[in-house]
């Protein structure tokens, strides 16, 4: 055999070699290789109360405040951001109060019996009245806060990037225990029948008890979270920097199901949006932009859509669609069974902070400063505001709460009686 072609069946070889040796490493690397578990031993996590516990007074008396709460990011623990059955109309020309706070307003604030609570990024937790804005008290838990708090009766749950998650009491601003992780916490909590779940960037995933603080369980997800857990039926599910959504039972921790989502053959998907869910389905973007949507049953992929430029919104949910924006400055809406896009519109911005659906509209800010609504049926935007910045606010039943940088701004709706 001639020496040339000897040469060259080695290369070959030694080329078939070093790929096989790739394909092992791909696969040993695998983020499927090494699945998530309970954590038991707690490393890094410490629960503190008040050194004098703060009494906790009766509930608000009475008042003409808006009877509907937001309790937390999303409006409910499925995080779907979404009051389709709103009747108040858009909002008026004439704005009730404004009040600018410290800091910019990264997520929107919660409300119920009359108080918003609200965090700035620079770390100082409000209450206000919701009828004039008036500060009723504020307070440091410490470290940057670009969360939503969670009202849970009369407590009040606050995230921190410090690592911390803290329970105040909702009328004094007194804290009442606090659990230290080993990792920020940028994950909006949300509670359901007395257990908080969030997640850290230390990769876990929290179950504490709202009265006292006690951790539940933690689940190590193998993946930093940012993101807030949404939780439908038995089930508390997120989504991680490693591609990962996760569910676990929201009782014991026990592992669900767990889903890596690809984002070409050698990378996974990065999430910083949270999970929301119709039930059905759960439902994310990642940051390449990629929307997906997976059975909640399962955790099989149903489907996936794109949105242009960079991903970090969480979708809405809402009249069997998912809205979603993207870097492009495009807002999206997605048919929920199928992925189908149904209409898109161009606003003229970097959407960042999440839409949210208030009857008939879906709102959105944009990072150079404007807010818009889109109407949900064909996405022909119907109302603008010359301010905006993250994720836009909520609605009662009778009042639009805008946070738009650092300012809170209320309007009544256009279909709610004048006074």
Same mark, same amino acid.
Request: hydrophobic letters at 40%; charged letters at 20%.
């Given at each position: 055999m001639p020496k040339p072609f000897v040469w060259i069946l080695a290369a070959v070889a030694a080329l078939v070699v070093a790929l096989g040796g790739v394909t092992v490493a791909v696969w040993m690397f695998r983020p499927e290789a090494s699945r998530g578990a309970l954590d038991t031993e707690l490393e890094g996590v410490t629960v503190s109360e008040a050194t004098e516990?703060?009494?906790?007074?009766?509930? *608000?008396? $009475?008042?003409?405040? /808006?009877?509907?709460c937001w309790r937390e990011f999303g409006g409910d623990p499925r995080r779907t951001l979404a009051r389709p059955g709103a009747r108040l109309g858009l909002p008026r020309k004439r704005l009730l109060w404004t009040r600018v706070? /410290?800091?910019?307003? $990264? @997520?929107?604030?919660?409300?119920? /019996?009359?108080?918003?609570?609200?965090n700035s990024f620079r770390g100082t937790t409000y209450a206000i009245d919701a009828t004039t804005?008036?500060? $009723?008290?504020?307070t440091?838990?410490?470290?940057?806060?670009?969360?939503s708090p969670a009202i849970d009766g009369p407590r009040l749950l606050v995230a921190s990037q410090a690592g911390t998650v803290t329970a105040l009491d909702r009328r004094t601003g007194g804290r009442l225990w606090q659990v230290r992780t080993a990792g920020k916490v940028e994950s909006s909590p949300v509670v359901v029948d007395g257990l908080a779940y969030f997640g850290s960037? /230390?990769?876990?995933? @929290?179950?504490? *008890?709202?009265?006292?603080g006690e951790v539940r369980w933690a689940y190590d997800t193998r993946g930093r979270i940012n993101a807030s857990p949404s939780v439908v039926a038995d089930r508390v599910c997120v989504t991680n920097y490693s591609g990962a959504f996760v569910c676990v039972d929201r009782r014991t921790g026990r592992e669900l199901w767990t889903t890596y989502v690809a984002r070409d053959s050698f990378r996974y998907e990065s999430f910083y949006a949270s999970p929301s869910t119709d039930g059905e389905r759960v439902y994310s973007l990642a940051r390449s932009g990629k929307v997906v949507a997976l059975s909640a049953a399962s955790g099989a992929i149903a489907w996936t859509g794109r949105v242009g430029g960079l991903g970090y919104t969480t979708p809405a949910v809402a009249r069997g669609r998912v809205f979603v924006g993207g870097f492009d400055g495009v807002v999206r809406a997605f048919?929920?069974?199928t992925g189908e896009e149904l209409w898109s519109r161009w606003v003229g911005g970097r959407i960042l902070g999440a839409p949210v659906v208030i009857g008939d509209?879906? @709102?959105v800010s944009v990072l150079e400063g404007r807010t818009f609504g889109l109407r949900v049926a064909d996405g022909r935007i119907v109302?603008?505001?010359?301010?905006? *910045?993250?994720?836009?606010?909520?609605?009662? $039943? *009778?009042?639009?709460? @805008?946070?738009?940088?650092g300012r809170l701004i209320a309007y009544r709706g256009r279909n709610v009686p004048a006074r």
């Amino acid at each position: 055999m001639p020496k040339p072609f000897v040469w060259i069946l080695a290369a070959v070889a030694a080329l078939v070699v070093a790929l096989g040796g790739v394909t092992v490493a791909v696969w040993m690397f695998r983020p499927e290789a090494s699945r998530g578990a309970l954590d038991t031993e707690l490393e890094g996590v410490t629960v503190s109360e008040a050194t004098e516990p703060v009494p906790l007074p009766p509930t *608000r008396p $009475e008042t003409s405040a /808006d009877r509907l709460c937001w309790r937390e990011f999303g409006g409910d623990p499925r995080r779907t951001l979404a009051r389709p059955g709103a009747r108040l109309g858009l909002p008026r020309k004439r704005l009730l109060w404004t009040r600018v706070l /410290d800091s910019y307003i $990264e @997520f929107a604030p919660v409300y119920c /019996d009359g108080v918003l609570y609200v965090n700035s990024f620079r770390g100082t937790t409000y209450a206000i009245d919701a009828t004039t804005g008036k500060v $009723e008290w504020k307070t440091r838990v410490g470290g940057t806060l670009p969360s939503s708090p969670a009202i849970d009766g009369p407590r009040l749950l606050v995230a921190s990037q410090a690592g911390t998650v803290t329970a105040l009491d909702r009328r004094t601003g007194g804290r009442l225990w606090q659990v230290r992780t080993a990792g920020k916490v940028e994950s909006s909590p949300v509670v359901v029948d007395g257990l908080a779940y969030f997640g850290s960037h /230390d990769g876990r995933l @929290f179950a504490v *008890r709202s009265a006292t603080g006690e951790v539940r369980w933690a689940y190590d997800t193998r993946g930093r979270i940012n993101a807030s857990p949404s939780v439908v039926a038995d089930r508390v599910c997120v989504t991680n920097y490693s591609g990962a959504f996760v569910c676990v039972d929201r009782r014991t921790g026990r592992e669900l199901w767990t889903t890596y989502v690809a984002r070409d053959s050698f990378r996974y998907e990065s999430f910083y949006a949270s999970p929301s869910t119709d039930g059905e389905r759960v439902y994310s973007l990642a940051r390449s932009g990629k929307v997906v949507a997976l059975s909640a049953a399962s955790g099989a992929i149903a489907w996936t859509g794109r949105v242009g430029g960079l991903g970090y919104t969480t979708p809405a949910v809402a009249r069997g669609r998912v809205f979603v924006g993207g870097f492009d400055g495009v807002v999206r809406a997605f048919r929920a069974t199928t992925g189908e896009e149904l209409w898109s519109r161009w606003v003229g911005g970097r959407i960042l902070g999440a839409p949210v659906v208030i009857g008939d509209a879906v @709102f959105v800010s944009v990072l150079e400063g404007r807010t818009f609504g889109l109407r949900v049926a064909d996405g022909r935007i119907v109302w603008r505001l010359p301010m905006g *910045r993250y994720t836009p606010g909520i609605a009662t $039943e *009778r009042t639009y709460f @805008f946070s738009l940088n650092g300012r809170l701004i209320a309007y009544r709706g256009r279909n709610v009686p004048a006074r």
